[in-house]
């Protein structure tokens, strides 16, 4: 064969290289290693330079089965490693397969040398895949179709004649399966065979992750996982582009693979993707801002299913990307939805839907699987159904309908008939609005991942009520009109927009915010008031100690002159 000498370097941990190495050598192997080949002293048998990579199997065991450990040759598998072909008594897997009466009978049975009815041979030399839970490493075997609505009966898919379970049989053919993919797979499509038994989407819903036109197709493991692309266009959209069936190596944690037989751990699983390449859609890069939900502040403490308040109060906080989207139901960015129905990118999220009682008080919860409204998803994290940190305001306390003023996030405001030409963008007094209006990136991502503005705003927002001069780049002016709130040099036509504002009164919103420098946070709350109408609050210096509310207007008790009674505009 010759001599050669190679290079090698570790692709997984616990990492290691060597170089310049005879042909025939040990190396210390783990979850693949690359391997460059040079001259050798005599005759290579290599091309110098040719690189291979060579994959550890290490599911795989020399059989215990002496009728099959017998008939290895050299360690290589033979035909008649597993089949007798003078007997066809041992039971088969094959659920068509006739019954045995004895010598001559049985055309059919597949000459097999063991029983395999139960898939006996296969987990003879599988015995690392033969687990019944997902978190042991491999897609489950010796197991029942769950009853839930997330599985099926399957219809493609044999199960074992003898007990009705999920065999390696049931998925894999071992001859003549139709693919040439060396998976020996029993069907073509990874997706179809995975979903004739898996539902994870409801009847006609269209998610997107599983098109096959734009789903799914993994580009390789990009933040630590080091699964290989899977570049199969046919494959676009299968389950296996996000899953690994027989798990895969965790990189943090060679000796465990990832959970839920994920192709990566949370966040990097979805980044690998949502990076802007191939997704064009760059979010990973809201996720390195300044202000962003912590999901690469932690792992391990989200879990499938969670539905206990206890699963997001302060000692297990978290915001993990499937903590708002559904990746088996989400569906592609839609305009169809309006505020407050749930967006098609957050479709089959789970949320918290409120009952709400008297202003200022607790509203009772109920725990949803699937929220109808953008902001049960949000109420999770944000209310008091589960136990808040310190500091945290209760905004389904804040955006009761009931309470005299709030942001029209669960119902359209109180404040109605304002002229529409106060409002900009297409707002009303009509509207309503997603918390998503307010809170999401600086840029152009859409959702509320990171921003450079403090609480993950849109826009620049300071809760202080010092002065200062507003721009109209601040948050406020997304929906509200610049020049009729906060240009003291408009016309009297644009100011009178506001109720109040010239010319019924002449020191309105335009005078105290456009020529004082005092900024609309210090009179006016942001999501909600348990006590006072139009969003005031008091309590802020400078800002207001008071404020009286009557019929054609109001008496205000400022920090920073004596009480005025103003009368509004319309």
Known sequence: MGVARFSWSATSPPGGSGSNLLTGTNVALDEGITVTFKPGTTSPAFVAGDVFYLYVRPDLRIPTLTSVLQRLE????????????????????DPQAPAYAGSGTGNGRHYQRTANNVAQTCEDCHAARTVTLSSQGSHPVAVTVPTSSSFKQPT?????????????????????????????????????????CHVKSPSGSNPIHASTTNGVLWPGGQYGSTLPARPDASQRGACTQCHAVHGWPNNASPSTDYNWLLADAEENLCFTCHDGAPVAVNVRGDFLKTYKHPATSYSGRHQPNESAS????????????????????????????????????????????????????????????????????????????????????????????????????????????????AFVNG??????????????????????????????????????????????????????????????????TVKGYSRFNPPAFTKGHTFHVGKRGYPCGACHETHGSTTRPHLIVTGRTPGLTNYTHSSNGGTCYPTCHGSKTYTVNY
């Open 310 to 421: 206890s699963a997001f109060e302060t000692s297990n906080r978290h915001a993990e990307c499937t903590d708002c989207h559904n990746p088996h139901q989400a569906e592609g960015p839609s305009s169809g939805s309006a505020p407050p129905t749930i967006s098609a990118l957050l479709k089959g999220t789970s949320g918290v839907a409120v009952t709400n009682g008297a202003a200022g008080t607790t509203p009772t919860y109920t725990f949803l699987t699937s929220a109808q409204y953008e902001y049960q998803v949000c109420f999770k994290c944000h209310s008091s159904w589960t136990s808040q940190p310190s500091g945290q305001t209760n905004l389904a306390l804040k955006l009761n309908p009931n309470n005299p003023s709030y942001h029209p996030v669960e119902a359209a405001g109180k404040n109605t008939g304002i002229n529409v030409n």
């Open 74 to 93: 050299n360690g290589r598998l033979t035909c008649s490693a597993c089949h007798d072909q003078h007997s066809q008594a041992a039971e088969p897997f």
């Open 427 to 492: 707002w009303s007094s009509s509207s309503l609005t997603y918390c998503s209006s307010c809170h999401g990136s600086d840029g152009t991502v859409r959702g509320v991942h990171g921003s450079a503005n403090q609480y993950i705003l849109k826009r620049p927002f300071s809760p202080s009520s010092a002065q200062r001069t507003m721009s109209t780049n601040d948050l406020c002016f997304l929906c509200h009109r610049y020049d009729t709130y906060a240009n003291d040099n408009a016309t009297t």
């Open 156 to 196: 493609q898919l044999p199960l074992d004649k003898t007990t009705g379970k999920v065999r390696c049989l049931t998925c894999h053919k071992v001859h003549y399966a139709p693919a040439n993919d060396g998976a020996v797979l029993r069907l073509t499509s990874h997706k179809a065979l995975c979903q004739d």
